[in-house]
């Protein structure tokens, strides 16, 4: 038996399947690690609750309690009294053990940490960690996504999903959708052009796409669709990789109006026949306005056999003018933080 000095195809496939399993395993002990981490800190938690209930502890016996853990474990990281307050609101926040086998125990602790500063409702906290792990968010996308209220925007677009696509589809389409859309990241004024809104998302496709959720990809702007010898111009085409689906955003600076709908329908036709793939499922249209009335909406989707969507969207507000000397200043906000830090 030779050694050969060009390894064979199947050495190929060998090493790419090494591969996959060591990235797998990694992942594994990252979470494995993570979980005790977590479940670590919200049992300290815990019994610092139990004891300063017990023996009347306050915030100095914490500051004790940091300084011995450090000095024990000089190379742990997280055994800060900030930390340690922060393990006591967790636990206190968490009363019961079994919920850390769901979400909270896969998500990293300054995704914990983010859950518990920005948010009151244990719902909404699950409800964010679920759509933290589903999606991938980093810290900084789950705290823009808590920031932008998508709890209650997911979902709520009026739309015909439920009686022209089948289950679990027409679920699904209807998730992907919200209302509002938030575009704080444009600076329009309120007579801006469906051009000035276009281009504006155009220059912020990123910001757009975090903002659309997981799963969109683009495909194009002002993409041609020659019918009947005449031209054509969708506004903004998508692919959404869950759905197997093209999405046509349509956007309006103002009220949605009923013919949209049908001007709609009329796209997702041609769009269906030119460049719908035999293995995708049936287009979706989104008309994305300004202002809508919610039974106007659905009277003019009641009719329309295509999967369409009414959203609105919110720009960034303007500060009323009385409220403009009213904000603290850089340094107020700094100097609360450094008092609150410091405190309990």
Sequence with gaps: MTDALVPNDDYAGFLEDLKQRVRSARTRAALAVNA???????????????????????????????????????????????????????????????????????????????????????????????????????????????GSDLYHRQGKAVSNFERVLPAPQSDLAAQILKDPYNFDFLSLADDAHERDLHRGLMEHIRDFLIELGVGFAFVGSQVHLEVGGEDF????????????CLVVVDLKVGDFKPEFAGKMNFYLSALDDQMRHPDDQPPIGLLLCHTRNRVIAEYALRDIHKPLGVSTYQLQAALPDNLKGSLPSIEELEAELDTTDSGE
């Design 233 to 244: 111009y969708l506004d903004l085409l998508f692919y959404h990789l869950r759905l197997r």
């Design 36 to 146: 005790e981490l977590v479940l670590l800190y919200w049992s300290i938690g815990r019994d610092i609750l139990t004891r300063m209930a017990q023996h009347g502890w306050g915030a100095k016996t914490i500051d004790r309690l940091a300084d011995d853990l450090r000095l024990e474990f000089p190379d742990m990281k997280g055994f800060s009294p900030r930390n340690l307050r922060y393990m006591r609101s967790f636990a206190e926040a968490w009363p019961d053990e079994p919920i850390l086998q769901g979400p909270l125990a896969k998500l990293p602790w300054y995704h914990n940490l983010a859950l518990l500063e920005k948010l009151k409702d244990p719902a909404e906290r699950e409800w964010y960690a679920r759509a933290a792990i589903e999606n991938g968010w980093s810290r900084n996308i789950m705290v823009h996504q808590i």
